[in-house]
């Protein structure tokens, strides 16, 4: 996995609350057998419109948005499915990281998987960023911070372990076959 | 230990929840690590695993415990009949058979059992891994699905895992995972006639909302659980990710294992006894501490269905649409859905009634259907389509005669699967056409682009097929 360490770019906002993995990432995109060229299919009932155009009033599609690297969505992102197609979706398109209040707890794993870093903030810190779209912000993985325009500072949560395996770039299967020795004696002890 | 683990020990009993956690702990949790977590039963579908292979495949490693994983096709398969993988090209979209040939090709690879179309135990993941025994108390359960949940209805713990963790278990049979929160949601007093486990699901989750279980595994407890069969209690612990929860859990007793005793799956003999002795350890002590409770009185139950864009947008079947919030996503969703602050929600008209999903399509659900439909007729604008969660319970269903009361009404009887839970399998409902549906999300887009779903029960999905617009199945006779 590619390290994630700093993320500096300016945000896109998606004011929705409760954005759920049927809108990340619609099912019928679902039956790809590899994970590439997810980024086409992200959002794809609001970013398109019927005809298959381009829907110019959707935010991601707005020219100021093109190259953000940091989306600021509503209250709980990615409820519903386990489908890593939605983190898939949002790293091929571009995202480093997403911002909200609450994150759907198998959305966030999947997420730091795919270095994804999903920024928990508290009320107040998102409704600066939902009142100011494409402001310039910086994330420090490292610090757990995030750096606003005006100098302030913000601390959000992630646990040390995935904080360690985004800034070294640590894939979590070789963690776990490193530990093959506990899980035979684990398997032996209740077979 | 630490002196974490001695306090925890003095200060209370120990709920469910842990004790299934504690007996799968490989390696313990550290501020720096999350614990290493032993996977008893690794359930597998055509949709979340082809990503997990190909990362095997590239490093050359082996699948751990092919005898610990179970695999069937479900999602993108479709629910008219095919004889066999060479003949899905005749009703697939080229996508779905190429991810359905390419699950079996990986069970073949790896040894690992599939239950394809030439088994009679093929259908919806969550659905035979019950139906089998394969689920069984105090189990750690997982699969690349959400709705995994479902088998904590027989006190195991099981949770939906993305595909990257589906190729961990897959190569380690293990997971790396930090010790989730417990929520009690106790539900005491009768439960008045004619509401189900569906309804009782659809107010918890109006009341937690869909984002208050997040972080939390749910033990449902009370007298209004005890009394549900093992059907109604799976369909109450499938919606528990639904509350935004990690998984939903009830404590296993006689009715669990009067359901397991006998299974293909489930121990026998000797090994019966042995696990029985074992099952009747796991209850809740009667002290044990969870992080939040919180009570519901089952006495004012009724049967509810949404009217909104998320599961948590729940109402009484004789309620009306709450008023408008100013908030957008409350708007946005009633514009989506066609419906007005204020307004019934019962007489909406329907264009679409499904019967099926993981939530209910076990034979019990199609008995309640057909109880309803039992020489009526659906209203003629209505299509509807009835699925059932298994080949085995289609073949029950069958053999007592209730295909033929769904298609003498009107409906469409169909092979097992998804279907329009999801819409992968070509099973959808046209835009703008208004769906009454017995599965589990009423997302935007969920049941087909532009699709609008309200979630209910069977009897209620049964009620609103006769009379063409949503009904409360009181109204019918
Ligand atoms: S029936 Fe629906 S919710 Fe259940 S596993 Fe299939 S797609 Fe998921």
């Known amino acids: 996995m590619e390290k994630v360490t700093i993320i500096h770019s300016r945000t896109v906002i998606l004011p929705q609350a409760d954005i759920d993995t049927d809108q990340i990432l619609p099912a019928r995109f679902l039956t790809t057998t590899t994970r590439a060229g997810m980024g086409d299919a992200l ?40 489908r890593e197609h939605a983190p898939w979706g949002l790293v091929d398109f571009g995202f480093k990281a997403v911002i909200s209040t609450a994150f759907a707890d198998i959305f966030r794993n999947n997420a730091l998987k795919n270095g994804l870093v999903p920024i928990l903030v508290d009320e107040a810190t998102h409704q600066w960023l939902m009142d100011n779209p494409g402001a310039e912000i910086s994330v420090d993985v490292g610090k757990r911070q995030l750096l606003l325009p005006d100098g302030s500072v913000v601390d959000f949560p992630i646990d040390d372990f ?24 684990f398997e032996q002890q209740h077979s | 230990m630490g002196l974490a683990g001695i306090g925890g020990s003095l200060m209370g009993g120990k709920s469910l929840f842990q004790k299934v956690w504690e007996n799968h702990i490989v390696v313990p949790e ?16 055509e949709v979340t695993t082809p990503q997990a292979f190909s990362v095997l495949k590239e ?70 891994g019950p139906e089998l025994g394969a689920t069984q108390p105090g189990k750690t359960i997982v699969c690349g699905d959400s709705h995994t949940s479902t088998h904590g209805a027989f006190g195991a713990l099981s949770f939906g895992i993305g595909t990257t963790e589906v190729g961990h278990v897959l190569a380690t049979q293990c997971l790396l995972q930090r010790r989730p929160k417990t929520l009690a949601v106790n539900i005491s007093g009768a439960v008045p006639d004619g509401v189900t486990a569906k309804d009782i699901i659809l107010a918890i989750i109006g009341q937690v909302g869909v984002d208050g279980g997040v972080g939390h595994v749910i033990e449902y407890r009370g007298d209004a659980i005890t009394g549900l069969d093992m059907d109604q209690r799976m369909t109450v612990c499938n919606m528990s990710i639904e509350a935004g929860a990690r998984s939903g859990m009830i404590a296993p007793d006689d009715t669990t294992y009067e359901y397991l005793s006998g299974r293909p799956a489930a121990p026998a003999g000797a090994d019966w006894d042995a696990a029985l002795k074992h099952w009747q350890s796991l209850p809740s002590d009667l002290d044990a501490r969870f992080d939040k409770e919180i009570t519901i009185d089952a006495t004012m139950l009724q049967p509810m269905v ?53 939530t209910n399509s076990r034979i019990s659900d199609l008995r309640q259907t057909a109880a309803i439909l039992k020489g009526r007729r659906i209203a003629p604008n209505v299509h509807m389509l009835v699925v059932p969660g298994s080949q085995s319970i289609k073949a029950q269903a069958e053999a007592e005669g209730l295909d033929k009361i769904f298609e003498a009404a009107g409906a469409q009887w169909r092979e ?41 029960s069977p009897a209620t999905a049964a009620a609103s097929a006769i009379r063409g617009c949503v009904s409360d199945v009181n109204n019918i006779n």
């Open chain 1, 43 to 82: 959002f794809a009932d609001w970013r398109y419109d019927s005809a298959g155009g381009l829907n110019k009033d959707f935010p991601l599609n707005k020219p100021e948005a093109q190259g953000c690297r940091i989306l600021v969505a509503g209250n709980n992102f990615g409820c519903g499915s386990s």
């Open chain 2, 416 to 456: 097992s699967g998804c279907s329009m839970c999801l819409g992968m399998n070509g099973d959808t409902v046209p835009s703008g056409q208004l769906c009454v549906s017995t599965s589990n999300r009423n997302f935007e887009g969920r049941q087909g682009i532009g699709a609008r779903t309200i979630l209910a």
């Open chain 1, 162 to 185: 995935s904080r360690y395996c985004l800034i070294e770039g640590i894939d979590q299967l070789g963690y776990l076959l490193k530990q093959s020795d506990h899980i035979s004696h």
């Open chain 2, 306 to 358: 949404t009217f909104g864009t998320n599961p948590g947008m729940v109402i009484p079947v004789s309620g009306v649409i709450p008023p408008d919030t100013g908030d957008i996503s409350f708007r946005q969703a009633l514009d989506y859905m066609g419906l007005q602050s204020g307004a019934p929600i019962a007489g909406t008209p329907v264009d679409v009634v499904f019967v099926g999903s993981c």
């Open chain 2, 59 to 128: 490093r050359e490693l082996e699948v751990r415990r092919p005898d610990r994983t179970l695999a069937t096709m479900d999602h993108s398969t479709p629910t008219v009949p095919v004889t066999g993988l060479e003949d899905l090209d005749r009703v697939s979209d080229p996508a779905a058979a190429a991810q359905i040939r390419a699950l079996a090709k990986n069970c073949r690879q790896f040894g690992i059992e599939l239950h394809g179309f030439d088994s009679e135990h093929r259908g919806i993941v969550h659905v035979i």
């Open chain 2, 30 to 45: 550290t501020a720096d690590t999350p614990a290493v977590l032993y996977i008893d039963l690794h359930l597998i579908h």
